[in-house]
C-alpha cells in the first residue's frame, strides 16, 4: 500500500513537472511570436508612413448604419396597444484629397439621414410612413497653393442643405479666398476673411445671403480601428450678427471584426435665420387655429435661438 501511494504521487508529481514545463515553453514561444509580430507591425507602420507621405491621393470613408423595428399587439399597458415603429439612420463620412508638394486639392462629403415612423393600427388618421427627422448634408472643397509647409494661401467652396425635406430651402453656399493653416498632421484650419455666404431660401423675408469671414476646422484620421472625423465651419457676417452661423459634426467608427463595427455620430449647430424660419411657422399655425392678439410676431430680437443638436448610434461599416 505504500510502495502504490509512493509511486502514484511520483506519477502526479511528474504530470503537474510536465506540464509546467510545456505551459513555460509555450509561454516563451507566444513572447518569441508576439516580439516578431511586434516587429513585423513597427515595419509595416514605418512603410505605411512613407506611402503616406508621398505626393497623390488619399482617399477614404466610413459610415454609420443605425436602426430598429418594433411591432405591438394588444398591449394595453400603453396608449397605442397595437402599433408599429422604427427608425433608420445613416451616416456617411468620405475624402477625397490630392496632396502634391507645392499645392493640395482636399474633397470631403459628410451625410447624415435618419427616418422614423409610429403607425398607431387602431386609427386611418395617422402617418405610417417613414419620415424624415435627421437630414444633414455638406459637401466641401478647398483649393490651396503652398507658402511654407505649413501655410498656404486658399479658396473653400462649401455647400450645406438637406436632402430628405426642403432641399436647398435653405441651401448655403459659401466661397471665400484667404488662408489655410496645417499645424499638426490631419489637422486643417481655414481662416478666410473674404467670404460671401450665399442663402438659397423660398422665404426672402428671413434668409439673406451677407459677406463675412469663414473659419473651418477638421480633423480626419485613423488609428488602428477606429476613424474619427471632427468639422468646425463658422461664419462671421458682417453686416449683421442676425446672419452668422456655425456648425460642429463628429463621427465616430470602431471596428470590431472585418468591415463591421459600432459607430456615433453627434452635430451642434446655431443659426439664426432657421431659429425664426421655424418660429414664423408656428406663429402662423397658432393663429391659423385660434387669433391670439397678445402673442407677439417672433422677429430677430425676440426670437429663442435655441442650440440645435442631434446624435446617432449604430452599427459601422468601414468602406
Do not use: C
Amino acid at each position: 500500500m505504500t510502495k502504490r501511494l509512493l509511486l502514484t504521487s511520483v506519477l502526479m508529481l511528474s504530470l503537474v513537472f510536465g506540464f509546467s514545463q510545456t505551459k513555460e515553453e509555450l509561454q516563451a514561444q507566444k513572447a518569441e511570436k508576439q516580439a516578431t509580430a511586434d516587429a513585423a507591425q513597427a515595419e509595416a507602420d514605418a512603410l505605411q508612413a512613407q506611402i503616406d507621405a508621398l505626393p497623390g491621393w488619399r482617399i477614404g470613408a466610413f459610415g454609420t448604419i443605425g436602426g430598429n423595428l418594433s411591432n405591438f399587439s394588444n398591449w394595453y399597458s400603453q396608449g397605442a396597444p397595437n402599433n408599429a415603429s422604427g427608425s433608420i439612420g445613416i451616416t456617411f463620412n468620405g475624402y477625397a484629397n490630392l496632396i502634391e508638394e507645392k499645392h493640395f486639392w482636399r474633397n470631403s462629403l459628410t451625410a447624415n439621414l435618419n427616418w422614423v415612423k409610429l403607425d398607431n393600427k387602431d386609427t386611418e388618421l395617422d402617418d405610417d410612413n417613414f419620415n424624415p427627422t435627421t437630414d444633414v448634408f455638406n459637401i466641401t472643397s478647398l483649393y490651396g497653393r503652398n507658402l511654407t509647409k505649413k501655410l498656404a494661401v486658399s479658396t473653400l467652396m462649401e455647400y450645406r442643405t438637406t436632402l430628405l425635406d426642403n432641399f436647398n430651402d435653405p441651401g448655403y453656399l459659401d466661397v471665400g479666398v484667404g488662408f489655410t493653416w496645417l499645424p499638426i498632421e490631419n489637422l486643417v484650419v481655414v481662416v478666410h476673411p473674404l467670404n460671401y455666404n450665399f442663402v438659397f431660401a423660398d422665404n426672402n423675408s428671413v434668409f439673406e445671403s451677407s459677406l463675412g469671414a469663414k473659419i473651418v476646422a477638421d480633423y480626419t484620421r485613423q488609428i488602428g480601428a477606429i476613424n474619427f472625423k471632427s468639422n468646425l465651419s463658422a461664419f462671421q457676417s458682417y453686416k449683421s450678427g442676425d446672419l452668422s452661423n456655425w456648425q460642429w459634426t463628429n463621427s465616430f467608427g470602431y471596428t470590431l471584426w472585418k468591415m463591421i463595427g459600432v459607430g456615433f455620430d453627434f452635430g451642434l449647430r446655431s443659426n439664426k435665420q432657421e431659429a425664426l424660419n421655424y418660429g414664423l411657422g408656428q406663429y402662423a399655425a397658432a393663429q391659423a387655429v385660434m387669433v391670439d392678439p397678445s402673442v407677439a410676431v417672433p422677429t430677430f430680437d425676440n426670437v429663442d435661438n435655441d442650440l440645435q443638436t442631434y446624435w446617432t448610434l449604430g452599427l459601422s461599416y468601414k468602406f
